[in-house]
């Protein structure tokens, strides 16, 4: 049991918090390289791969595992990521350091999901059973240069201005 629910019922909503982040991070990735700032699917996106990682430490480990560090390296950039789009509201360098930092997140929790997927799924575990085959190589390499890729992008092109914070009228 974790948090009062069954380690399956704990698993599966872990999963889902993980790819209800990664569809939300891609939409708002697709918006950093368009220009648009998608507020309520940055919302999402940032809570739900902040809870992902949080859930992802409650798991029972006896030792730290390559996902713990994981988590920890998500959790900073996910902290860099959220002062800079709410607190500082992406005036002047935060705006590249919230960029950046979305990006290496959402990288983050798909790098994971790539992980998962070669254990979990059959035919990838049969391709790449201890995750040292070339297979599962070649699929984290396309990951990784397709964010870096879309990371130049997002990086060159997310050009939104400060966020201004609206003052209701007295």
Known sequence: MILGLSTSTFTLVHVLLSLVGIGSGLVVLYGLITGKPYDRWTLLFLFTTVATSVTGFLFPNEHITPGI?????????????????????????????????????????????????????????????????????????LLLVAFLVLGTLAYKRFRAEPIRLQRKAA
Do not use: D
């Not at 988590?71 to 360098?93: D, E, F």
């Open 69 to 141: 560090k994981i988590g920890i390296l998500s959790m900073i950039v996910l902290a860099l990521a959220i002062v800079a789009r709410y607190t500082l509201l992406l005036a002047g360098r935060w705006r590249k350091v919230y960029t950046i930092s979305a990006v290496v997140a959402l990288y983050f929790n798909c790098f994971v999901g790539v992980v998962q997927a070669f254990e979990k799924i059959s035919f990838l575990n049969a391709l790449a059973p201890h995750q040292k085959e070339p297979p599962f190589a070649i699929a984290q390499g």
